[in-house]
């Protein structure tokens, strides 16, 4: 899968998943959610060295989780009766917005 870090614009479904993205000029429809999860900052290291800066360190970057999806997204267009398609994983944080930070196609 190759990596990205460009923002997107995701139009979400019934069901809060993305329904539809823009990703450089091309709207891609989402036909699977393959799969959903949500990552948190690393807590575990600690950014004060005394107990109370540690624990204010841990919050803030649980506070910085992000949810991602991996959807499966076709464009629509018929090449040879057969749809281009790929598998992208879509991001979301409150910070930076969406992003697609990966593809295989």
Same mark, same amino acid.
């Given at each position: 899968? +190759?990596?990205? *870090?460009?923002?997107?614009?995701?139009?979400?479904?019934?069901?809060?998943?993305?329904?539809?993205? #823009?990703? +450089? !000029?091309? #709207?891609?429809? $989402?036909?699977? $959610? $393959?799969?959903?999860?949500?990552?948190? !900052?690393?807590?575990?290291?600690?950014?004060?060295?005394?107990?109370?800066?540690?624990? *204010?360190?841990?919050?803030?970057?649980?506070?910085?989780?992000?949810?991602?999806? +991996?959807?499966?997204?076709?464009? !629509?267009?018929?090449?040879?009766?057969?749809?281009?398609?790929?598998?992208?994983? #879509?991001?979301?944080?409150?910070? *930076? !917005?969406?992003?697609? $930070?990966?593809?295989? *196609?």
């Amino acid at each position: 899968m +190759r990596q990205y *870090d460009d923002p997107v614009e995701v139009r979400r479904g019934e069901a809060e998943d993305p329904d539809q993205f #823009l990703w +450089r !000029g091309r #709207l891609w429809k $989402v036909r699977a $959610v $393959v799969a959903h999860w949500v990552e948190t !900052g690393p807590w575990w290291q600690g950014t004060g060295t005394d107990s109370g800066s540690a624990r *204010d360190g841990a919050a803030a970057d649980l506070v910085a989780e992000r949810e991602l999806w +991996r959807v499966e997204a076709g464009r !629509g267009i018929q090449v040879v009766d057969t749809e281009t398609y790929g598998v992208f994983d #879509l991001s979301f944080d409150w910070t *930076d !917005g969406w992003q697609l $930070v990966g593809c295989q *196609d």
